[in-house]
Structure formats: structure tokens, C-alpha cells
């Protein structure tokens, strides 16, 4: 799966089209999380030290489709991105294929940067239209993908537009190479001890990830919601917990899967629980093992677990995971979390190679410190997990093989 980089293009005078990652959070036009549009810089600042020019196209959250939303405007990252690169960013236009946008783009010199607006203002890019993603072809010499989190999609800007640009250079980013290399290729052949790490709410959202990665594991840890459905499979009073019943069958396969490929998966043996499912637990927050008391549902691994599964992720050469361990959110239930994302950091210390998924298990290990601490992290929450899942992406497939 290894593709070329942007590194090996040179890109001395050429326009480079990249596709970057930049659904930020924004609270009333500020963002508060940048780290996206940050992990974009090295791919840009590689392209503007070779002495090419940058047009960047991306979506911001759900618009409808049908036009300019003021709130879903890319205009604060254009803002934060000319602070980050202490340089200009152009940013033509509320539409990101219209004269003033084709203007821009065509008319870009050596170290100019231009941000399109919000792509999903046309419902073409969802729809992956051919017209629209010709247009914007035309505003590149070279295409980049480097919007992991959005890899596992068939938008334009990740299909289309590179089968438009067929015959130019279309390469990865250094963001996307790091993601296929930690997510793909370190998983195919893991150094052993391997543990997974796996929480979050539903086993239907982890189930297929389950299959692929138990052939390889060593050790597969369960926690979050998810783990009193696979509770409940076999049998265990799990109280007012949250449990997906239309998913036990599923549960239970994967429990026997783990045994006839004699990998250790391991359920919750404690758990903090509380009566209802808000901050306070109700205004009763508990700490018991297997038995739950009447009225209550788990919200956190519990301290026999969380040192269990310190020490398991300890020994281990490589982990991965996937999924918080409890509401993390809440401070009463964060500490099985906190404990799983600092036992990553001192594994890495140690030696291991450690991946943490997009979405939740990134923000936690944003939140617990940790983030800088191991291997990798990733950008992108749907597309590590459908990778961990084995699947191949066409929006990587047909870009040019190293």
C-alpha cells in the first residue's frame, strides 16, 4: 500500500493541489481545536520551500449543500492558517469554483497559498461529481491527499478530482504516508506482544475491527459501553447498563473467536457505576465487581481493571486503541481512560509502538497529556477504524504506487 509522497515530486514552480482536513471545531467563528489544521503544515511547508505554490480545498462540518452557510465558512482557518505559516492566505471567495476562486488559483506564484471555500457548499462533492471535481482539477499541476479523515470517503476532492488530474503527479501527504504506515502496515505485521485496546459505546461500530485484529492479537482488552454487551453475552448481570441485545450473538462470536485463536480478551472484572447517566451518576457514584446493585448501569472500568489493563499495555510491543474505557467527558468516570492513555505513554517510553485511533481516544489523549507521548495519534475516527478493519480506500488506491 506504500504510495509516493509529496517529497518526491518536484514541485519547483507547479501549483499543488492538496486536499487537507480542516473540520475544525468552531464556537461562534473560533476554532478551538487546531490541531488539524496544524498536522496539515509540514505537507504545505515542504511544498513552499521547493519553490511551489499551494491551493488547499477541504470541508467544514454538514452544510446542505446548497450554498454559502455563513457558520460553516472556512474563513477563521484561513485566518489561523496565515498565523501558522506567518504568511498570506488567500481566500478568494464564498464558493470554491466560481471566477474569483478559478482566478486565484490560476493566477498563484511561486510560494503564494490559497484556501478554497467549504467544498460540501456544493453537493457535488458529496455526491462525487465529475463537473465539479474537472473545475477544480484544473487549479493543480499536482494532487495531494492529505485529508486522512476523510480518506474512507468517495467525496469528489478524493476521487474524482484525482482521476480528472490522471497523468500529473497524485501523491500523499505526510500526514496520510504516517497513517497508512502506522494503521496499515504496523497492524499487518505487529511485533509481538500485540494488545488491543477497544472501548466506546456499540460493538456494532468495533465488531468488524474485532475479526480482523484477533487473528493478530496477542491480548485484546475490552472497556466503555460496549464491554456490558459482550458482559451480558455470557451470562453476567450487568444492571442498568448500557447493552446492545440485538448484538450479544455477535458478542459471544467474537468471544469464542478470541478462544479458538487462543488471544486473551479481557471484559471489565470492576467497574464504577452510578444510577443515572449524568455527571454525578444520579447523585450515587459506586465502586463494586461483578455484582451490579439494583438501579445501577456502569459508566468506568473500575480500579482492578484499570491497574490490570496498566500492566497488559506495559508489556506489550505494540497497541493500539480504539475507544474510551468510560465517559471520559465526567471526571468521576475518567479515571479508566487517564489510566489506559498514560499506560500508552509509558509503553512508548518503553519501546512499544503506540497507535491511538481519531475521534474520541484522540481527544482523550489530548486531554490526559499523552498526546505527544506516543507513536502516533490519528486524525481521522472513521477512517483508522474501517483501516483497522482491513479495508482499502480507493481515494489511496488510485494514487501513484511508491
Given at each position: 500500500?506504500?504510495?509516493?509522497?509529496?517529497?518526491?515530486v518536484?514541485?519547483?514552480?507547479?501549483?499543488v493541489?492538496?486536499?487537507v482536513?480542516f473540520?475544525?471545531?468552531?464556537?461562534?467563528?473560533?476554532?478551538?481545536?487546531?490541531?488539524?489544521?496544524?498536522?496539515?503544515?509540514?505537507?504545505?511547508?515542504?511544498v513552499?520551500?521547493?519553490?511551489?505554490?499551494v491551493?488547499?480545498?477541504?470541508?467544514?462540518g454538514r452544510?446542505g449543500?446548497?450554498?454559502?452557510?455563513?457558520k460553516?465558512?472556512?474563513?477563521?482557518?484561513?485566518r489561523?492558517?496565515?498565523?501558522l505559516?506567518e504568511?498570506?492566505?488567500?481566500?478568494?471567495?464564498q464558493?470554491?469554483?466560481d471566477?474569483?476562486?478559478a482566478n486565484?488559483?490560476?493566477?498563484?506564484t511561486e510560494?503564494?497559498?490559497?484556501l478554497l471555500?467549504?467544498?460540501r457548499?456544493?453537493?457535488?462533492e458529496?455526491?462525487?461529481?465529475?463537473?465539479?471535481?474537472a473545475?477544480?482539477?484544473t487549479?493543480?499541476?499536482?494532487y495531494?491527499n492529505?485529508?486522512?479523515?476523510?480518506?474512507?470517503?468517495?467525496?469528489?476532492s478524493?476521487v474524482?478530482v484525482p482521476?480528472?488530474?490522471e497523468?500529473k503527479p497524485?501523491v500523499?501527504?505526510?500526514?496520510?504516508e504516517?497513517?497508512i504506515?502506522?494503521?496499515?502496515q504496523?497492524?499487518a505485521?505487529?511485533?509481538?506482544?500485540?494488545v488491543?485496546v477497544?472501548g466506546?459505546?456499540?460493538?456494532?461500530?468495533k465488531?468488524?475491527a474485532i475479526?480482523?485484529?484477533?487473528p493478530?492479537?496477542?491480548?485484546?482488552l475490552?472497556?466503555?459501553?460496549?464491554?456490558y454487551t459482550f458482559l451480558a453475552a455470557?451470562?453476567?448481570?450487568?444492571?442498568e447498563?448500557?447493552?446492545?441485545?440485538?448484538?450479544?450473538?455477535?458478542?459471544?462470536?467474537?468471544?469464542?473467536?478470541?478462544?479458538?485463536l487462543?488471544?486473551?480478551?479481557h471484559?471489565p472484572?470492576?467497574h464504577?457505576?452510578g444510577k443515572?447517566?449524568?455527571?454525578?451518576?444520579?447523585?450515587?457514584i459506586?465502586?463494586?465487581?461483578?455484582?451490579?446493585?439494583a438501579?445501577?448501569m456502569?459508566?468506568?472500568i473500575?480500579?482492578?481493571?484499570?491497574?490490570?489493563?496498566?500492566r497488559?499495555i506495559?508489556?506489550?510491543?505494540?497497541?493500539v486503541?480504539?475507544g474510551?474505557?468510560?465517559?471520559?467527558?465526567?471526571?468521576?468516570?475518567?479515571?479508566?481512560?487517564s489510566?489506559?492513555?498514560?499506560?500508552?505513554g509509558?509503553?512508548?517510553?518503553?519501546?512499544?509502538t503506540?497507535i491511538?485511533?481519531?475521534?474520541?481516544s484522540?481527544?482523550?489523549?489530548?486531554?490526559?497529556?499523552?498526546a505527544e507521548?506516543v507513536?502516533?495519534?490519528?486524525?481521522?475516527?472513521?477512517a483508522?477504524?474501517?483501516?483497522?478493519?482491513?479495508?482499502?480506500?480507493?481515494?489511496?488506491?488510485?494514487?501513484d504506487?511508491?
Amino acid at each position: 500500500m506504500a504510495k509516493k509522497t509529496i517529497e518526491s515530486v518536484d514541485v519547483s514552480g507547479k501549483r499543488v493541489l492538496i486536499r487537507v482536513d480542516f473540520n475544525v471545531p468552531l464556537d461562534g467563528g473560533a476554532i478551538t481545536d487546531d490541531r488539524r489544521i496544524r498536522s496539515a503544515l509540514p505537507t504545505i511547508q515542504s511544498v513552499l520551500d521547493r519553490g511551489g505554490s499551494v491551493v488547499l480545498m477541504s470541508h467544514l462540518g454538514r452544510p446542505g449543500g446548497d450554498g454559502y452557510e455563513s457558520k460553516f465558512s472556512l474563513e477563521p482557518v484561513a485566518r489561523r492558517l496565515s498565523d501558522l505559516l506567518e504568511r498570506d492566505v488567500e481566500f478568494p471567495s464564498q464558493d470554491c469554483v466560481d471566477e474569483a476562486a478559478a482566478n486565484a488559483a490560476h493566477g498563484l506564484t511561486e510560494g503564494g497559498v490559497v484556501l478554497l471555500e467549504n467544498l460540501r457548499f456544493h453537493s457535488a462533492e458529496k455526491n462525487g461529481g465529475a463537473e465539479f471535481a474537472a473545475k477544480l482539477a484544473t487549479y493543480g499541476d499536482v494532487y495531494v491527499n492529505d485529508a486522512f479523515g476523510t480518506c474512507h470517503r468517495a467525496d469528489a476532492s478524493m476521487v474524482a478530482v484525482p482521476k480528472a488530474m490522471e497523468g500529473k503527479p497524485r501523491v500523499v501527504g505526510f500526514l496520510v504516508e504516517k497513517e497508512i504506515r502506522f494503521l496499515s502496515q504496523a497492524v499487518a505485521s505487529p511485533e509481538s506482544p500485540f494488545v488491543v485496546v477497544l472501548g466506546g459505546a456499540k460493538v456494532s461500530d468495533k465488531m468488524a475491527a474485532i475479526e480482523n485484529l484477533l487473528p493478530k492479537a496477542d491480548t485484546v482488552l475490552v472497556g466503555g459501553a460496549m464491554a456490558y454487551t459482550f458482559l451480558a453475552a455470557i451470562g453476567k448481570d450487568v444492571g442498568e447498563s448500557r447493552v446492545e441485545r440485538d448484538r450479544l450473538d455477535d458478542a459471544k462470536r467474537a468471544i469464542d473467536l478470541a478462544q479458538k485463536l487462543d488471544a486473551d480478551l479481557h471484559l471489565p472484572s470492576d467497574h464504577v457505576s452510578g444510577k443515572a447517566f449524568t455527571e454525578d451518576g444520579g447523585g450515587d457514584i459506586e465502586m463494586h465487581g461483578e455484582h451490579f446493585p439494583a438501579g445501577f448501569m456502569g459508566l468506568d472500568i473500575g480500579p482492578d481493571t484499570q491497574v490490570l489493563y496498566s500492566r497488559l499495555i506495559g508489556k506489550a510491543k505494540t497497541v493500539v486503541w480504539n475507544g474510551p474505557m468510560g465517559v471520559f467527558e465526567w471526571r468521576p468516570f475518567s479515571v479508566g481512560t487517564s489510566t489506559v492513555a498514560k499506560a500508552m505513554g509509558r509503553a512508548t517510553e518503553a519501546g512499544a509502538t503506540t497507535i491511538v485511533g481519531g475521534g474520541d481516544s484522540a481527544a482523550a489523549a489530548e486531554r490526559f497529556g499523552v498526546a505527544e507521548k506516543v507513536s502516533h495519534v490519528s486524525t481521522g475516527g472513521g477512517a483508522s477504524l474501517e483501516m483497522l478493519e482491513g479495508k482499502a480506500f480507493e481515494a489511496v488506491g488510485l494514487l501513484d504506487d511508491a
